[in-house]
């Protein structure tokens, strides 16, 4: 067996293309990187293939389409055009309708498109423009390919704005079938990328519906109890509605008192093992604790609407809100009734041009305190529901992961001949 034979093999195993066969021969490509291709098959550098437009404007006209790096998803091809900037106010590079789009700025990201209308670009993005003999759907899956961005990565300069040049990407090696072979190639990449984004946009509303789920369960379980059949009495809050009868309704200051947080540069952090607290948890550990545990520290700045539970004595820095005063309240259940005033906290957060939490703003929110003894049995019922949601959302994760790394995968392999797959479509 030739070794791209075994190679063919092992991609069918890896990633789940065992139904797909090998092309009946290969041959060397001469491309490190690449190893051997169909004997069919050309390589040849990209500026021969798909040859750059080098052409910039000072400013983008008023009525043309702007694509920046933040409208190119990576690793898929799609544009992201539902935002458009009011102006830009740097050089732009003109493209064409059946131009191939390529993100030169860190090509790890695999940022390209191709786009069916004319328009502009930012300067990090690379108009080409495929040759007569080249497909150009072909093209943009030759520039997804995984090997071809991470050897092309390597060549990149700068640390924290990486790129490459015009000149090395148009100097890099790109594998080029015939022209119907490219075509078959693309439809049928074309089809199974569909069919693959389409379940994981399913996995993705099941994640939102899960979501939606948890939340629920939180704002029923902090505002009416576990029993449905408990007597209820009016709260004398519209938005909380009726409570409890052996609930309390309280100001927040007087369930939980909040404190803003203490700064500490990082060149006075001592080693040990105290957690540093910012607003999104434990970043970091020191010498010394200001505050005792337990404790729920949120945002002030920065990540807002989330509460972190810290069972040992810590320190929050400035950018947070951290408790000083429990109240005598279960801290569990303080953190999931929190979870439920979230929306204030970040309604508070954007009420002047600053944006941040002030704890006199949000101590005098009126909230449903239950007796202790309920609050720990609400507390053990959301900890439980919560795990077994978080669980599931876990592993419908690691379903979209296995689905985008096939999708990289079978394009991988159809591109570079691993697979044959001209017979699974009608050209």
Known sequence: MTTSAVEASNV???AGLRRFKPYPAYKDSGVEWLGEIPAGWEVKRLKFVAPARMGKLDKKPDDAVYVGLEHVESWTGRLLLDSQPESVDSVVAAFRAGDVLFGKLRPYLAKTARPDFDGVCTSEILP????????????????????????????TNGTKMPRVSPEQVGSSFLTVPPEPDQRAIAAFLDRATARIDGLVAK???????????????????????????????????????EIPAGWEVK???????????????????????????????????????????????????????????????????????????????????????LEHLSPLFLLNAVKSAV????????????????????????????????????????KVREAIERLKELRTALISAAVTGKIDVREEVTI
């Open 128 to 155: 080409l423009r495929p040759s007569i003999d080249s497909y150009r759907s072909y093209v943009m899956y030759g520039l997804l390919n995984a090997p071809y961005i991470r050897w092309l990565n390597s060549l």
């Open 203 to 241: 996995k993705e509303r099941l994640i939102e519906l899960l979501q939606e789920k948890r939340t629920a369960l939180i704002t029923r379980a902090v505002t009416k109890g576990l029993d449905p059949n408990v007597p209820m009495k009016d709260s004398g809050v519209e938005w909380l509605g």
């Open 355 to 394: 944006p941040g939490v002030d704890r006199n703003d949000i101590h005098p929110t009126a909230t449903a305190v239950p007796p202790f003894p309920e609050q720990l049995r609400i507390a053990d019922f959301l900890d439980a529901r919560n795990a077994e949601i978080a669980s599931l959302v876990a």
């Open 12 to 14: 069918q195993r890896a």
């Open 251 to 337: 100001h927040l200051r007087w369930a939980i008192m909040f404190q803003r947080g203490h700064d500490l540069p990082t060149d006075e952090r001592e080693d040990g093992q105290i957690p540093v607290v910012t607003s999104s948890g434990i970043s970091s550990t020191h010498s010394r604790a200001v505050a005792k545990a337990p404790g729920i520290v949120t945002g002030r700045y920065g990540t807002i609407g989330h509460f972190h539970l810290i069972t040992q004595d810590y320190w929050p820095l400035n950018t947070t809100l951290y408790s000083i005063d429990l109240r005598g309240n279960d801290p569990r259940f303080l953190r999931h009734m």
